[in-house]
C-alpha cells in the first residue's frame, strides 16, 4: 500500500511548504491582492475607468479604511473579475486566505495526476520545493493567481492528450482570456495541425468574453482592448524602463529608445533599431517553436512546454510568481537525458533566486541574468527536442511582425519635453500656490503635496484644452501623440503644462511642457 502512494510522498512536503506560506502570508500585506479584490469588485459594478485609473483605485481602497497599499489593475482583463467573483464574498483578508487555499491545493492536485501521467521521477518533484521556493512564496504573499493558472494549463494539456477537446477548450480558454499571454497555445495547435482543437478554444473564448461582456459591459471591454491593452503590451505597467521585468523588451527599450530622465544613457536612440530587434527576436523564437512542434519524433508535452516558455519570453512584462510557470519545461525534460534535465535544474536556480532588485545601478547588460537564463532553458529545450529549423518560416515571422509593427518604426514628433529635469513619482495633480507650482503624489501611504520651486508669475486655462487627449492652444492640436493628457495649462504667457504618461506606466502621470514659440 504504502510503495502505491510513493510517487506522491514529494507532494506531501510541496503541500506542507504551500501550507506554511498560506499560514505566514496571513500576517503579511494583502499585496497585489487587494488590486484583484478591489479592482474586480468595482468593475463588476460598472466602474471600469475608475478601476483601470490607477490613482482613482488607490483612492477607493483608502476611503473603504485600508491603508499601507497601492496597487494597478492595469495588468488584468475584465474577464479578471469574474474569475475572483466568488471570492468577493468575503473580507478581504478571508478572500485572500482562500483564494490561496484555493489556487494551491489545485495545484497540488493537478501535479498529482501529471506524476500518474506523465510517469514523473520523485527526483525531480522532490527538488520541486526547493527550485521554485521564490515563485512558490511570492504567489502566496502577493496573493497572485500564476499556481491557479500552471494547473489550467497542465490540466488542459492533458485533457487533450486525452482527446478530451471540449475540457481541454474550457480550461484552456479560462486561462486565455484571464491573462491572455497563453493565446499562443493557439500558435501550437496550428502547427500541430489541430484546428479542430483550435475552433474549440475559439469558440469557448467567445462564449468566456461574451458572458464577461454581459456581466462587464461592453465598455470595459472596449476601453481594455483600445486603450489599456496597447500599453500594458508596451510593458507600460508602472515603470516603462524597469529592469525588473527582466525581459528583452525591456532591455532592447533601454538599448535603444532614449528617455531624458529614465533613459538617458540608451546606446543608441533609435526606434526603428528597437523594433526591428523585437521583430528578430520574436520570429526566432516562434520559428523555433513551430520547430519544435513539426518534428515528427519530438514529444508533444515538450513542444506544449517550448510554447509556454516562448510565451514568457515574448512578454515585455515579467515577475517572480509568473517563473512558476517554468515548472512546466522542467516536467517536459524529466523523461529526457539526464544531461538535459540536469543542466535545466542548474538555470532554474539562478533564474528564480537572484534578487534583481539588488542589480539597480549595475551596468545595463549586467542587469537581465534571469533573462539569459529562460533563453538559455529555451535553448536546452529546442535541442532536446531536435528542432527543425526553417529559415523560410524564420523569414516569414519577421515579414509578418514587421507588418504589424510598421506603425511603431517611426513615432510621431513630440514637441514636448519634462517640465522638470528629475523622476517623479506617481503624480495625480498640480496646483498654484504663492506663486509656486506644486505636485501632489500618491503612494502606500496616501496623498502628498510637493513644490517644485518652479516660479508661476500667471497662469490661465482659458486659451488651452485638452480634447480627444490631444493639448489645443487656440484651438489648434499642438500634440499627436497617444499618452494620456490632463489639467492643461497656459503658466507665464508662454509655457503650456499638463500632466502626461508618456514613457511611464498607463495613468502614471508626471510633468509636460511645451514651450510657445
Not at 478530451?164 to 495541425?193: D, E
Not at 495649462?489 to 502626461?500: A, E, P, Q, R, T
Amino acid at each position: 500500500m504504502f510503495k502505491r502512494y510513493a510517487p506522491y510522498y514529494p507532494l506531501l512536503l510541496l503541500a506542507v511548504l504551500l501550507a506554511w506560506f498560506i499560514v505566514k502570508a496571513t500576517a503579511a500585506p494583502f499585496g497585489d491582492y487587494a488590486g484583484y479584490y478591489f479592482g474586480s469588485g468595482a468593475l463588476l459594478h460598472g466602474n471600469y475607468e475608475q478601476v483601470y485609473d490607477t490613482w482613482s483605485l488607490n483612492v477607493l481602497i483608502a476611503q473603504k479604511g485600508y491603508y499601507g497599499i497601492f496597487v494597478s489593475y492595469t495588468p488584468f482583463p475584465p474577464f479578471t473579475s469574474i474569475v475572483l467573483a466568488p471570492f468577493l464574498l468575503f473580507p478581504v483578508a478571508v478572500s485572500k486566505i482562500l483564494f490561496n487555499v484555493f489556487s494551491a491545493a489545485l495545484f497540488v492536485w493537478v501535479l498529482a495526476r501529471a506524476v500518474r501521467y506523465f510517469s514523473l521521477p520523485s527526483r525531480v518533484l522532490w527538488l520541486v520545493p526547493v527550485i521554485f521556493f521564490i515563485p512558490l512564496r511570492n504567489n502566496i504573499f502577493f496573493g497572485q493567481a500564476y499556481l491557479l493558472l500552471f494547473a489550467l494549463l497542465l490540466e488542459g494539456y492533458m485533457a487533450y492528450k486525452k482527446d478530451k477537446s471540449v475540457v481541454a477548450a474550457l480550461l484552456w480558454g479560462v486561462a486565455i482570456v484571464f491573462k491572455l499571454f497563453p493565446l499562443l497555445i493557439l500558435f501550437f495547435l496550428l502547427a500541430k495541425k489541430q484546428y479542430k482543437q483550435v475552433a474549440y478554444c475559439v469558440a469557448v473564448c467567445a462564449i468566456l468574453g461574451l458572458i464577461s461582456v454581459i456581466l462587464n459591459g461592453f465598455a470595459s471591454w472596449q476601453y481594455y482592448v483600445f486603450t489599456i491593452f496597447p500599453r500594458a503590451n508596451s510593458g507600460e505597467l508602472n515603470d516603462s524602463y524597469t529592469w525588473l521585468f527582466q525581459s528583452a523588451f525591456m532591455l532592447g527599450k533601454n538599448l535603444f529608445v532614449y528617455d531624458a530622465v529614465q533613459n538617458p544613457q540608451a546606446v543608441l536612440n533609435s526606434m526603428p533599431a528597437f523594433v526591428i530587434s523585437m521583430v528578430l527576436f520574436k520570429a526566432l523564437l516562434l520559428a523555433c517553436c513551430v520547430g519544435i512542434t513539426i518534428h515528427k519524433k519530438a514529444a508533444d508535452f515538450m513542444a506544449f512546454a517550448g510554447w509556454i516558455t516562448a510565451s514568457m519570453l515574448v512578454s515585455p512584462n515579467g515577475s517572480s510568481y509568473s517563473l512558476i510557470l517554468l515548472l512546466m519545461p522542467l516536467l517536459a525534460l524529466a523523461t529526457c537525458k539526464q544531461v538535459y534535465l540536469f543542466t535545466a535544474m542548474a538555470l532554474l536556480v539562478p533564474i528564480c533566486f537572484i534578487p534583481v532588485a539588488a542589480l539597480a545601478g549595475k551596468p545595463l547588460l549586467l542587469q537581465f541574468p534571469r533573462l539569459y537564463g529562460m533563453i538559455f532553458l529555451f535553448v536546452v529545450l529546442i535541442i532536446a527536442a531536435r528542432m527543425q529549423f526553417s529559415i523560410k518560416l524564420f523569414g516569414a515571422f519577421v515579414a509578418l511582425l514587421l507588418l504589424a509593427d510598421a506603425g511603431k518604426l517611426f513615432p510621431r514628433p513630440d514637441t514636448s519635453n519634462y517640465l522638470l529635469s528629475q523622476a517623479l513619482p506617481f503624480v495625480y495633480e498640480y496646483a498654484i500656490k504663492e506663486n509656486q507650482l506644486v505636485y501632489y503624489y500618491w503612494d502606500d501611504k496616501g496623498s502628498h503635496e510637493t513644490g517644485t520651486g518652479y516660479a508661476v508669475q500667471d497662469y490661465s486655462t482659458s486659451a488651452v484644452q485638452i480634447k480627444n487627449n490631444q493639448v489645443y492652444y487656440k484651438d489648434k492640436p499642438l500634440t499627436s501623440t497617444s499618452d494620456r493628457k490632463k489639467q492643461v495649462m497656459l503658466v507665464n504667457g508662454k509655457d503650456i503644462i499638463y500632466l502626461s504618461d508618456k514613457n511611464r506606466g498607463f495613468g502614471f502621470y508626471t510633468l509636460r511642457g511645451i514651450t510657445l514659440k
